[in-house]
């Protein structure tokens, strides 16, 4: 049993925000609820008001910006899978949306929660690292805008402060001609490990590769001294499928859970990252 609930229903992100603000620990948003009514159900929290910010109408939006996309927070994971917008000109996104849980979680959940609750084995964040995107968010005060990799801090952390609401996830254009790949294995509910690589190619050659992992620690990172080791590999190379331990997953500080030892999942995401540069590179053929 919840207990009994005030649901508000503000019209505005300043209206949610003050509500945040007046009624401080006994207040959470609620978007999708598909974590938090779990979270509500098992006893891990418990509220007595829950803030909807699905009415916000300026959070539901799908914006095309002058060849970047702005996602509103409470897009739903099933509407950015459909969009034909984020299929055309960020298909690892779409790629990526279309892995997130099963279909009844995707309908209810939005990107902004999966943000929000910052669990580890989550999808998303991994594939906005490699687009570069950045949140904005916003409390009483002025917006204010932050890398996607600075908003997420830990396991189930985020910089959101106690007054603010997550409003938006902008993702700029990619480089032109860039193709990329998000891959994912697991076992469970949610991905043991998640990759998402971006390719920018030149004649047989690449001259910029992004590459994100996600689940092996509290947070998904890139891994920046493989991607300067890859640029300006060729695009066969990256085909017949590369070591990625040395200068890359190697180095990582990998945590040991319930989705497998830390030896397993650094194994797992050597394997991923070869195959989604081995994918992209074949992307990229059958393209030109
Ligand atoms: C069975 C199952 C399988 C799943 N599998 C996967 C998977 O494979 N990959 C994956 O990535 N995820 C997975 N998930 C997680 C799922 O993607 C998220 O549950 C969903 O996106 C969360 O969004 P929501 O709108 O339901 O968030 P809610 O449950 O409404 O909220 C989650 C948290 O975020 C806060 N919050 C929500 N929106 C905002 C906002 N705009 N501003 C500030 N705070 C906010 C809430 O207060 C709460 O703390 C799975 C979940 C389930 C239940």
């Known amino acids: 049993m919840l207990g009994p609930l005030t649901i508000h229903q503000p019209a505005t992100v300043a209206e949610a925000a003050a509500l945040r603000a007046r009624l401080g620990a006994e207040a959470v948003i609620y978007a999708g609820g598909s974590e938090l009514l779990l979270v509500m159900k098992e006893g891990l929290g418990r509220w007595q008001h829950l803030i909807d910010v699905k009415a916000i109408a300026a959070l539901t939006r799908l914006d095309d910006a002058g060849g970047g996309i702005v996602i509103g927070a409470a897009v739903t994971h099933r509407t950015l899978e459909r969009s034909p917008l984020l299929r055309r000109r960020f298909p690892v996104l779409a790629e990526m949306e279309a892995q997130v849980a099963n279909v009844r979680v995707r309908n ?19 594939a906005l690292l490699v687009h570069d995107a950045r949140v904005v968010v916003q409390g ?7 890398p996607v990799g600075d908003f997420i801090t830990g396991s189930y952390e985020t910089a959101l402060g106690a007054d603010e609401v997550l409003t938006r996830i902008e993702v700029p254009a990619p480089p032109p001609g860039a193709v990329g790949a998000y891959l994912k294995f697991g076992f469970h509910e949610r991905p043991t490990v998640g990759v998402a690589v971006l390719l920018v190619p030149r004649a047989h050659s690449v001259t910029e590769a992004r590459i994100a992992v996600g689940c092996l620690g509290p947070v998904a990172t890139r891994l920046p001294a493989l991607e300067a080791r890859l640029a300006g590999a060729s695009l066969a190379a990256l085909e017949a499928g590369i070591d990625a331990r040395e200068g890359g997953i190697a180095g990582l500080d990998v945590v040991s859970d319930l989705h497998g030892a830390a030896d397993y999942k650094r194994e797992m995401a050597a394997v991923l990252v070869s195959r989604a540069l081995a994918t992209a590179a074949r992307r990229v053929r059958s393209a030109a």
């Open 140 to 146: 009483l005060g002025a917006e204010r805008a932050l």
């Open 108 to 126: 209810v959940g939005t990107l902004g929660g999966n943000l929000c609750f910052a669990e580890p084995h989550s999808d998303p964040l991994t």
